[in-house]
T-cell receptor, first 111, second 117 residues
Framework: KNQVEQSPQSLIILEGKNCTLQCNYTVSPFSNLRWYKQDTGRGPVSLTI?????NTKSNGRYTATLDADTKQSSLHITASQLSDSASYICVCHSGTYKYIFGTGTRLKVLA | GAGVSQSPSNKVTEKGKDVELRCDPI?????LYWYRQSLGQGLEFLIYFQGNSAPDKSGLPSDRFSAERTGGSVSTLTIQRTQQEDSAVYLCASSGADRAFSGNTIYFGEGSWLTVV
């Protein structure tokens, strides 16, 4: 069964600190993995897309990694800001038009 | 438009009433998706449209739910005889092309918040 699991479910950190969010997937066939940021009350916004041949991709303070062998991805946020408070959703594209969504990690950054 | 537009942004309706939710995808995008997101939950796939092909309706939770896409652009999601469990955010998304391994980004609208009382 195609599944995307994210951890932790929620996370609270102090402003300026780093954090890492995890995504484990069992999706076959696997095409690519995306990380989305969803602010409260808003639609998800794409942060990064990674194909199975990519190991690391950065977008500003966000760095995503992908290990296609262990089927794990992480999203590392550096020097967190209050505006990083949001849900971060891991999404796998299975090579068809179906996207399998994780339930997200809710991040809260405190001043 | 510049992004995916959804309306209404908020809708409160009485149980048993019908509602229509509208989605304007990004101009030129051939793929259109509807998702539902209940409070604190992940996104649940509802329906997918691709060009003139028959839509994939496999995610629709019951026959009270239907959707259409006219002219390959605007889409309407209709919920008949609404129930309280239908309360959720209904998100529409579109993407430019739908080929395996394309890596095309899905762009989401801001959602329509439905509350059934």
């Amino acid at each position: 069964k195609n599944q995307v699991e994210q951890s932790p479910q929620s996370l609270i950190i102090l402003e300026g600190k780093n954090c890492t969010l995890q995504c484990n997937y069992t999706v076959s066939p696997f095409s690519n993995l995306r990380w989305y940021k969803q602010d409260t009350g808003r639609g998800p916004v794409s942060l990064t897309i990674m194909t199975f041949s990519e190991n690391t991709k950065s977008n500003g303070r966000y760095t995503a990694t992908l290990d296609a062998d262990t089927k794990q991805s992480s999203l590392h946020i550096t020097a967190s800001q209050l505006s990083d408070s949001a849900s971060y959703i891991c999404v796998c594209h299975s090579g068809t038009y179906k996207y399998i969504f994780g339930t997200g990690t809710r991040l809260k950054v405190l001043a | 438009g510049a992004g995916v537009s959804q309306s209404p942004s908020n809708k409160v309706t009485e149980k048993g009433k019908d509602v229509e939710l509208r989605c304007d995808p990004i101009s030129g995008h051939t793929a259109l998706y509807w998702y539902r997101q209940s409070l604190g939950q992940g996104l649940e796939f509802l329906i997918y449209f691709q060009g003139n092909s028959a839509p994939d309706k496999s995610g629709l939770p019951s026959d009270r739910f239907s959707a259409e896409r006219t002219g390959g652009s605007v889409s309407t999601l209709t919920i008949q005889r609404t129930q309280q469990e239908d309360s959720a955010v209904y998100l529409c998304a579109s993407s430019g092309a739908d080929r395996a391994f394309s890596g095309n980004t899905i762009y989401f609208g801001e959602g329509s918040w439905l509350t059934v009382v």
